[in-house]
Each structure stands twice: as structure tokens, then as C-alpha cells.
């Protein structure tokens, strides 16, 4: 049995649902961003009492097939930013279809009706959290951000991050009030 989470973005997310799951004495088969494999067949009474506790700790599960394919998309473009941007070796459409065995332009519409905004908005959007994140640590040169975020140059990740934020990286840079969103409220 399989069941779809939304919410999760992150190793430590992936991290507290195991842990969470196997303090109610359910030990899952596997545990990745988005799902938990499980060997039985849970029982309403646990599923309800699941859900209460991964509401409480800012998780949800995810029932319907079009939430479930969204949550997929979303959580595609949060790894491939997150931790495997470079890697890309095709454009982001070719790898959300191949990824998900589904014709893109499908995707792409479902996407845009229930989230009210597009595929690449919402993947230039987490890249821009990125950057953020990473002008804040102070360790990369923007150079360095640029290549390792998959920008095709400084120019054109600086642009793009005008364009979002209303500033440029530098001026970003030195603004150390500002907050980063987190990437749930994207």
C-alpha cells in the first residue's frame, strides 16, 4: 500500500514521517518525498489518527489523483533544485514527462488549473529560493551559484532574480532583514 503526503520537500521531512509512522508502531517498506510504501493495508481508525499527527507537524495525505499528480510534480522540481539541478541534462518538460510517464502538455495543464500558475514559474520560483539560500550562507560566489543552479550565466540568473524579487543579487545580498519563504508557500 502506498500512501501520497504532501509537504514533503526535504531528507528531514522524509525523516520525521518515518519516524512518525514507526511511533505509531506502522513500520514502513520504504519512505521517499512525497510517499510511504507500507507491507499491510492500514485501518481507518490509524489512517484518521495519521493524519491528525501529520497535520500537526505541517503534512497532509493526499487522496485524489490530480493532488497526487501536482504533489508529484512539486516535489520532481523541489529535488531537482534542491539536489540535483546540474544534473539536468534535457529540458525540465522532457524530464517532468519522462519522470512521471505522462504527457506533458496534460501535466502542464493540470498544473496551471489547480495551482494558478505555471510549470516553469513554479520551477523558477524554487530556483530563486535557491539562490537566496545560498546568497544568504555567504559560501558560493554568484559565479558559483549560477553553475551550480544550471543558469547559463551570471547575467541571466541575475535578470531572473530582478524579475522575481524586485533586486538584484548584490542588493539582495546585503538586505539581511529579508526572509526567505519557505518552499511549502511557494
Given amino acids: 500500500m502506498k500512501l501520497y503526503i504532501k509537504n514533503m520537500v526535504c531528507s528531514r521531512c522524509k525523516m520525521v514521517v518515518k519516524s512518525l509512522f514507526e511511533n505509531m508502531g506502522i513500520n514502513p517498506i520504504a519512505v521517499e518525498l512525497g510517499e510511504v510504501e507500507l507491507k499491510n493495508d492500514i485501518q481507518e481508525n490509524q489512517k484518521?489518527?495519521?493524519?491528525?499527527?501529520?497535520?500537526?507537524?505541517?503534512?497532509?495525505?493526499?487522496?485524489?489523483?490530480?493532488?497526487?499528480?501536482i504533489d508529484k510534480?512539486?516535489?520532481?522540481?523541489?529535488?531537482?533544485?534542491?539536489?540535483?539541478?546540474?544534473?539536468?541534462?534535457?529540458?525540465?518538460?522532457?524530464?517532468i514527462s519522462q519522470e512521471l510517464h505522462q504527457d506533458y502538455n496534460t501535466l502542464s495543464n493540470l498544473f496551471s488549473e489547480v495551482e494558478n500558475t505555471t510549470i516553469e514559474k513554479y520551477f523558477i520560483n524554487q530556483k530563486i529560493e535557491k539562490v537566496k539560500e545560498l546568497i544568504i550562507y555567504d559560501e558560493l560566489s554568484l559565479s558559483e551559484i549560477a553553475y551550480s543552479l544550471n543558469y547559463s550565466s551570471?547575467?541571466?540568473?541575475?535578470?531572473q532574480f530582478?524579475?522575481?524579487?524586485?533586486?538584484?543579487?548584490?542588493?539582495?545580498?546585503?538586505?539581511?532583514?529579508?526572509?526567505?519563504?519557505?518552499?511549502?508557500?511557494l
Fill in 48 to 69: 484518521q489518527e495519521l493524519l491528525k499527527k501529520l497535520r500537526a507537524i505541517g503534512f497532509d495525505l493526499i487522496d485524489d489523483k490530480k493532488s497526487k499528480i
Fill in 73 to 95: 510534480i512539486k516535489t520532481l522540481i523541489i529535488d531537482l533544485v534542491q539536489n540535483k539541478n546540474n544534473d539536468l541534462k534535457t529540458n525540465l518538460s522532457d524530464y
Fill in 162 to 185: 530582478k524579475k522575481i524579487t524586485g533586486f538584484s543579487p548584490t542588493y539582495f545580498k546585503n538586505l539581511k532583514s529579508l526572509k526567505r519563504r519557505q518552499i511549502e508557500d
Fill in 154 to 159: 551570471v547575467s541571466h540568473l541575475s535578470n
